[in-house]
């Protein structure tokens, strides 16, 4: 990690990256111990210049193939990740805190993206709303060449203005965002 923290210091990027949520609690049968990402955020505040990790996010395609099914244990998690940051990024650091950034799902449903904002606490942790665009869905298409040069696949699409309804309804930070955290034409589309 600090080779990585180094050669984005040398190049003058700026670092998101991804804690391994969902790897904790892939069989539902605990709670999420953050005591290591924890430690991690420490470790990164300290060993790298501040402004230089730029994001956090937390698991990723959380409802995706039933990874999981406990959005209300994933919020939990969030809220706890968000005062981690804000305990470790405080007094001088405060202005070069993170964004904290997810849910990072499937699309912008009310049965995936939805759910996570029903709940307030995920709405006051997050700086960053995440969800991921395949405009071409999976790529399993004879017309996927077609499709992808279409000129309604590079316009704006009702999904982004979903989602920033979604967004605009819910989150309650100051500067609150959406990203589209993945996009392609296709996924596995190399």
Same mark, same amino acid.
């Given at each position: 990690?600090?080779?990585?923290?180094?050669?984005?210091?040398?190049?003058?990027?700026?670092?998101?990256?991804?804690?391994? /949520?969902? !790897? *904790?609690?892939?069989?539902?049968?605990?709670?999420?111990? &953050?005591?290591?990402?924890?430690?991690?955020?420490? /470790?990164?505040?300290?060993?790298? $210049?501040?402004?230089?990790? *730029?994001? @956090?996010?937390?698991?990723?395609?959380?409802?995706?193939?039933?990874? %999981?099914?406990?959005?209300?244990?994933?919020?939990?998690?969030?809220?706890?990740?968000?005062?981690?940051?804000?305990? =470790?990024?405080?007094?001088?650091?405060?202005?070069?805190?993170?964004? !904290?950034? &997810?849910?990072?799902?499937?699309?912008? %449903?009310?049965?995936?993206?939805?759910?996570?904002?029903?709940?307030?606490?995920?709405?006051?942790? @997050?700086?960053?709303?995440?969800?991921?665009?395949?405009?071409?869905?999976?790529?399993?298409?004879?017309?996927?060449?077609?499709?992808? @040069?279409? $000129?309604?696949?590079?316009?704006?699409?009702?999904?982004?203005?979903?989602?920033?309804?979604?967004?605009?309804?819910?989150?309650?930070?100051?500067?609150?965002? =959406?990203?589209?955290?993945?996009?392609?034409?296709?996924?596995? %589309?190399?």
């Amino acid at each position: 990690w600090q080779e990585v923290l180094t050669f984005a210091e040398r190049i003058g990027a700026r670092v998101v990256f991804c804690l391994a /949520y969902l !790897l *904790y609690i892939e069989k539902e049968t605990r709670d999420w111990d &953050g005591s290591n990402a924890r430690a991690f955020l420490e /470790y990164t505040a300290t060993n790298s $210049p501040p402004g230089l990790l *730029y994001g @956090i996010e937390l698991g990723n395609e959380p409802l995706h193939r039933d990874r %999981s099914s406990n959005v209300t244990r994933h919020v939990l998690a969030y809220t706890q990740v968000r005062e981690y940051i804000d305990a =470790i990024w405080s007094g001088e650091l405060e202005p070069y805190r993170p964004k !904290l950034m &997810g849910p990072s799902t499937t699309g912008v %449903s009310k049965n995936s993206f939805g759910q996570f904002l029903e709940y307030q606490e995920f709405c006051d942790a @997050i700086d960053v709303a995440t969800y991921h665009d395949y405009r071409c869905g999976t790529g399993r298409n004879e017309n996927l060449a077609a499709e992808a @040069i279409h $000129p309604n696949a590079f316009r704006p699409h009702n999904k982004l203005s979903h989602a920033a309804k979604l967004v605009e309804a819910g989150l309650t930070r100051d500067g609150a965002e =959406i990203w589209i955290g993945e996009g392609s034409m296709a996924y596995k %589309s190399g």
